[in-house]
């Protein structure tokens, strides 16, 4: 049944609406297929920035759960062949420089010398390859990573050099599986050590996995795996600090700084031999690649909006010449150009915004999808959506302008005599 106006020539606002409801559906599989630009534009903009944000409050949670109130301390770079090995490769550091930076930076809480290694671990007939890490007694409180079967080495193990081993949960798990490894020997490297705990499981962040990691006695790591110290004391890879807050970071970096700078004789111009890295640093940088990668694929996805404004102005173009009669008819009996105008950007306008409320409810099913397949937080943008709206009600007014500007100025007398 068609909608008829209750005014001739000039229905009100509601009558518009209906009668453009009742046109589109009249041929919904045409318009069906013009608000797929939409659909998937919306949709793709709303999705991406709900999982770019999702991703990023994972990661930052992952992070403050290692600590916000850290920093990193590391070696210098060695070069080999002209090629640098990264930050930590070289001996620049020793564990004497940690215990300085312990006993003499006034805002540290405690710190914590590391030196590692990549090795194959061996437990029976399995094995698998994984980062063996030789620490102090700090390590658990800095990390904020604690034993969760067992214990962590003790001073004693640390003073004998002792072969303990502390087993990450990825590790225990690719070993042992569901069988206890407390008490158990492994092999690292062809040397022998004694299973003595098991660490909590807390992820990875970045290329750091907490559990992919084996901890064994600073000593014993220098003396038998790496067999690489300084001319003068252990050399470590280097050392995790702690604070009382995160607001005491900056002023650590600069007592730090200044103390290594001191104990290893530099003096401007000459570069520090040793890279400090924070969590804050990490997370804000982070935060910024994140945000860009998300505007990034944003804009990519605002290309569908662009196709669907393109879609509509079609359908909208081919509506007018196939209603030409009828506009003849309405004009002749009174209707107003800006009757003529407004029905037409009505029906653009309706197509644009079914279209884009379909795709705000694409991007969140598709968000809530990938949320639990990723075993992130569902975040759901609100600027987003709204964005997604106003876009999508900007594009169906400029996608109708110039056919609904063609319906108002065609000539009545030429309009009714087209077939």
Avoid: C
């Avoid at 209906?18 to 608000?35: K, P, Q, V, Y």
């Avoid at 003073?159 to 303990?164: K, S």
């Amino acid at each position: 049944m068609m909608f008829k106006p209750t005014r001739i020539g000039n229905p009100s606002t509601v009558e518009v609406v209906g009668m453009a409801i009742e046109s589109l559906w009249s041929n919904r599989l045409r318009t069906g297929l013009t608000m797929l630009g939409m659909i998937i534009g919306i949709g793709s903009v709303v999705a991406v920035t709900s999982v770019g944000q999702g991703v990023q409050k994972a990661t930052e949670r992952q992070i403050q759960s290692l600590g916000t109130n850290v920093m990193l301390v590391l070696a210098g770079a060695s070069t080999t062949g002209g090629i640098s090995q990264g930050a930590g490769s070289a001996s620049t550091l020793t564990w004497d420089d940690a215990e300085a930076v312990d006993e003499q930076v006034s805002v540290t809480q405690s710190v914590t010398a590391y030196l590692q290694a990549q090795a194959q671990v061996v437990y029976a007939g399995e094995n698998t390859s994984t980062t063996v890490i030789g620490t102090d007694l700090n390590y658990p409180e800095v990390r904020n990573i604690y034993p969760q079967d067992g214990q962590f080495f003790t001073q004693a193990d640390l003073d004998a050099a002792r072969p303990v081993a502390v087993l990450g949960a990825e590790v225990k798990e690719q070993l042992f599986g569901s069988s206890p490894a407390i008490g158990q020997d492994i092999r690292i490297r062809g040397q022998r050590y004694r299973v003595i705990g098991v660490m909590e499981p807390k992820g990875a962040v970045g290329n750091q996995n907490q559990d992919d990691t084996v901890l064994i006695p600073l000593t014993n790591m220098s003396a038998r795996i790496v067999g690489n110290n300084a001319l003068s004391g252990v050399a470590i890879n280097g050392f995790w600090l702690s604070t009382g807050d995160t607001n005491q970071l900056e002023a650590a970096q600069f007592q730090v700084t200044n103390l290594l700078r001191l104990r290893h004789n530099i003096y401007p111009p000459q570069e520090d031999d040793f890279r400090i890295i924070n969590q804050t640093d990490i997370i804000n940088t982070f935060s910024t690649v994140v945000g860009l990668f998300t505007v990034m694929i944003s804009a990519i996805a605002g290309i569908s909006l662009i196709v669907g404004g393109i879609g509509i102005a079609n359908i909208m173009l081919v509506s007018v010449v196939e209603r030409t009669r009828e506009i003849g008819i309405r004009k002749a009996i009174g209707a107003t150009n800006t009757a003529i105008l407004s029905q037409f950007l009505v029906e653009s306008v309706v197509v644009s915004v079914i279209g884009g409320g379909i795709g705000v409810g694409f991007g969140v099913s598709v968000s809530s999808v990938t949320a639990i397949l990723l075993q992130i937080p569902l975040v759901i943008s609100l600027w987003s959506i709204g964005a997604g709206v106003s876009l999508s009600i900007a594009v169906g007014l400029l996608a109708g302008v110039i056919p609904a500007r063609n319906a108002a100025k065609l000539d009545p007398i030429a309009a009714l005599r087209s077939e």
